[in-house]
């Protein structure tokens, strides 16, 4: 149900007012005005009757005041009543102090009836909620970009081992690149010496045949 009536006032002079319901809020709010302090200091007052709570604000001699179930609580009527002090201050201005009764209903009653849906059916009227609103979100993104960064120092520390693996194989194929080479370059060499000492003893084999004998008897004279 939320905010069912509203109004605003110069001490008792009513100027404008709006009532979403045919109840007899108006004369029940005349009745509150009545039994607030005789001195003009700034208060928010509340008043209960029956299922109704009967909010007050006056500042500066300029009265607001909304009717509201009781189930609404305190913090969206104020909310409702500083919105709209502050709106008929801005409109009217200093012609508040000097305006016979109702001056400002036909207009103003508009901006009652819809600051009145609003504070009644929208959650973002409410401020309290919609920092909640708004401090939720902060930290749905905060987790989300905390996820990302953890997520991106995952893929770092992924690579980092990639390229640790990688520079660990690089060394392994050197090192084994090395000792293949060694192992060639001796297999190479005792080729060659294989080969050198065939040759010698072809050679010499040869010299022997030609010379009659192991000696080189015929070769030696």
């Not at 609404?72 to 104020?78: A, D, E, L, M, Y």
Request: charged share 20%.
């Amino acid at each position: 149900m939320g905010i069912l009536y509203g109004m605003v006032a110069r001490e008792y002079v009513v100027l404008a007012e709006f009532s979403t319901t045919s109840t007899n809020a108006s004369a029940i709010a005349r009745q509150v005005m009545e039994k607030l302090p005789g001195n003009n200091n700034d208060s928010n007052l509340s008043f209960s009757q029956d299922r109704y709570i009967f909010h007050v604000k006056r500042t500066d001699g300029l009265t607001v005041l909304c009717m509201a179930d009781n189930t609404s609580g305190r913090r969206i009527p104020f909310a409702f009543l500083e919105d709209i002090h502050q709106r008929f201050v801005r409109t009217y201005g200093r012609a508040i102090h000097s305006a016979p009764a109702y001056a400002m209903n036909d207009e103003f009653s508009r901006v009652l009836s819809q600051q009145m849906d609003h504070y009644s059916n929208d959650p973002n009227a409410d401020s309290l909620n919609r920092l909640k609103g708004e401090m939720s979100q902060v930290r749905n993104v905060m987790i989300e970009n905390i996820d990302k960064v953890l997520d991106r120092g995952d893929r770092l520390a992924l690579l980092v081992d990639k390229t640790a693996t990688l520079q660990g194989n690089t060394f392994r194929f050197r090192k084994q690149s090395r000792r293949f080479k060694n192992t060639l370059w001796w297999k190479n060499a005792k080729l060659t010496v294989l080969l050198v000492v065939i040759l010698l003893i072809t050679i010499y084999l040869l010299v022997a045949f030609a010379c009659n004998g192991p000696l080189l008897p015929s070769c030696l004279k």
